[in-house]
């Protein structure tokens, strides 16, 4: 499978304030990445996408940027609630573009 | 829509025995759909690519003869966890491929999981 990782396992973030969310890819012929919100005991949940012919992408509260240069994603999540407590997860599409591989995922805690 | 449910969502089995465990599509058709596994505070590790009316494509160390997959229509994939032992307790999740609303790309839709516990 592919290797994607990320900078921080875990984010703590009062409420109100901007969450940014870190994801390094390995595969440079990944051309469509997804971040996922995933809650403790469930399925993850799609948030936002984006393909590689982009390098931002906004979405309601939440941005992803992308940055083949050095194979980076962020995203993004404006005045962060209690609500988006989770952890995150980034998703590339690998070499055949047909399977999705997950990164090693961030909790974000919202400190109300 | 682009709804997927996984059944069940729990179950305890003993040593030695095998679970079946279904992913349905209920709202579309899924000619692919694929199958996780997640260890507790992990990451979702892909185990393999089930497509309709054919052989399932394994991951590199996943082992066929272990987690049987079916993918016998186009809204039902089952994953069958074969001679289960306690190592195998985990939490399968799967999903397939929704052509919606996204940016015009086919995103993952996910089940809600299903955790196994070997005892």
């Known amino acids: 499978g592919e290797s994607v990782g990320l900078h921080l396992p875990t984010l703590s973030v009062q409420e109100g304030d901007n969450s940014i969310i870190n994801c390094a890819y390995s595969n440079s012929a990944s051309d469509y990445f997804i971040w996922y919100k995933q809650e403790s005991g469930k399925g993850p949940q799609f948030i936002i996408d984006i393909r590689s012919n982009m390098d931002k992408r906004q979405g309601q509260r939440v941005t992803v940027l992308l940055n083949k240069t050095v194979k980076h994603l962020s995203l993004q999540i404006a005045a962060t609630q209690p609500g988006d407590s989770a952890v995150y997860f980034c998703a590339e599409n690998g070499d055949t573009g047909n399977q999705f591989y997950f990164g090693t995922g961030t909790s974000l805690t919202v400190i109300p | 829509g682009a709804v997927v449910s996984q059944h069940p969502s729990w179950v305890i089995c003993k040593s030695g025995t095998s679970v079946k465990i279904e992913c349905r599509s209920l709202d579309f058709q899924a000619t692919t759909m694929f199958w996780y596994r997640q260890f507790p505070k992990q990451s979702l590790m892909l185990m393999a690519t089930s497509n309709e009316g054919s052989k399932a494509t394994y991951e590199q160390g996943v082992e066929k003869d272990k987690f049987l997959i079916n993918h016998a229509s186009l809204t039902l994939s089952t994953l069958t966890v074969t001679s289960a032992h306690p190592e195998d307790s985990s939490f399968y999740i799967c999903?397939?491929?929704?052509?919606?609303?996204?940016?015009?790309?086919?995103?993952?839709?996910f089940g809600a999981g299903s955790r196994l516990t070997v005892l």
């Open positions: 999903s397939a491929r929704y052509s919606g609303r996204h940016s015009g790309a086919n995103v993952l839709t």
